[in-house]
């Protein structure tokens, strides 16, 4: 086999990878009361689900009429690649979009 074959074929092989994980000294982690309230991620994936109906309806009168708090927690859909457009077009603001 040519040498640039070689390399080549190496370079697709997958390989095990180590991790290190490393301790940090006891004083240096501070208190679990210092640490802020973590914010949360509500995250909704669609699938193969749903049609151009669906993202008429389902934003309008669910995902936009929903209440909460948008500095606890982080409201994200994940429509079909096809469906990214109009769903970003039909979302209120404080919702996010995804693929």
Known sequence: MPQSSRRKANHTTFSRTSTALFALPEHAEGSW????????MI????KSNGDSRFLDIFPNDIL???????????VVV?????????ALKNVKNNIKVAA
Request: charged content about 30%.
């Open 43 to 46: 995250v909704g994936n669609w």
């Open 78 to 86: 994940a429509p079909t690649d096809i469906h990214l457009k109009e």
């Open 33 to 40: 009361g210092d640490i802020k309230p973590r914010k949360f």
């Open 64 to 74: 936009n009429i929903a209440e909460y708090n948008p500095n606890l927690m982080d």
